[in-house]
């Protein structure tokens, strides 16, 4: 840990599972440490289940991206109110820096820090950089990546990088210790199925059909969770009692932890929260991205995972029930492949993520900080105060320099 306790951090994210989740985790390493911390968001994840108790959550104006937010009218306008109402409140709350997770509200939250001489850092939780990070990429101190090889990050900036991995929940990371549930020969099969944290149409037409082709030794053995879109549940519902296989079907599990320590195997999108419990536990997985990713990226974080052996990668466009049960085969034709393959998905986990990102956030400055604040917005400081000893090469998380 460097510097003293009782700083104040402000974390800015959208309201999506997949750029909260990561910032409620680092948002709890900081305040284990002593720190006090806020939260930028937007109307969704204001409220959003696991939200921390300690963690405020300050509401940004509706924004949407184009293709260029700056370019876009209404998105211009936006980001522009936003800026101004992040400024408001790092006056009043006075951060030692800002790290931003992605998503619209990350963009003016980062700019006001930015042009007010905050330190700041961008946490990239995909294996492709995202738009908001590309854009601010230049402007921050560091840039906190999950996975040693980012897509579209660019050579000039490579000397911030540091990787981090991706912070997951407290109570699925004490799983990491736990063994991969037994499974006999004659015992549950046990599958869990999620869509992240909207869940996906095409595992609710393909899961069911696709577990009932399994050959009956391993059919008659299957239990299944699955993460339904509210509109399909009825529908899979059905179609499991068709097949006779129990299911237990919700549109969100708020006990993810106590899913994943009792699942052998995963079906489901390839979000990067999503890999990240699965690698943290060690869980075998068959990931099936969202096409429509942008940049892909999606795929892209389902490489490392697939490479060790942990998880195998359909396609969508070849994701069909026969491709499904041969997949499922390959990975769990007999309980020590199931417990290899679980294996090799926790040796690509970083259960350090937010232990490590919490290290980089504090390296920078402290409470002098403050007088470049109050002189006001719009002061741009050329070099940040406090930045991170070793910047000058990209480290991972153990301080060795990356490829
Ligand atoms: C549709 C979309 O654009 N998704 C993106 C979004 O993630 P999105 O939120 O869709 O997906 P992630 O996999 O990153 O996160 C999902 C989170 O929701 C949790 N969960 C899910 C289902 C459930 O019933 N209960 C539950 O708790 C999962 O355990 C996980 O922690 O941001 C991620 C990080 O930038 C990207 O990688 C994803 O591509």
Known sequence: MTGGANRHYVLAAGGTGGHLIPAFALATELERRGHHVALITDRRGADIPGKPSFLPAHVLPAGRFGKNPLRWPGGLRAVLEGRKM??????????????????????????????????????????????VNRLL??????????????????????????????????????LRDEDFPPLAEDGLFKVLVTGGSQGARVLSEIVPDGLAMLPPALRQRLQVTQQCRPEDIEAVRDRYRSHDIPAELGTYFEDMAARLADAHLF??????????????????????PLPIATDDHQAANTREVTKAGGARMIRQEKFAPKELAKQIQ??????QALANAAHAAWNCGRPDAAKDLADLVESFGGAEMMDVIRVGAGTARGTAQGAPAGQGAARDSQGKTAA
């Open 330 to 335: 390959v990975l769990a034709q007999n309980p």
């Open 267 to 288: 079906i489901g999108r390839a979000g990067a929260s999503t890999i990240a419990e699965l690698t943290a536990v060690g869980r075998p997985a068959i990931l099936i």
């Open 137 to 174: 990429a230049g402007r921050v101190q560091a840039i906190a990546t999950a996975y040693p090889e980012i897509a579209r990050l660019k050579g000039r900036h490579a000397d911030k990088v540091h990787l981090v991995g991706n912070p997951v929940r407290a109570e699925v990371l004490t």
């Open 86 to 131: 992040a400024l408001r409140l790092f006056e009043s709350f006075e951060p030692s820096a800002v790290v931003g997770f992605g998503g619209y509200p990350a963009l003016p939250a980062l700019l006001a820090a930015t042009s007010a001489g905050i330190p700041s850092v961008v946490h990239e939780q995909n294996a492709v950089l995202g738009r």
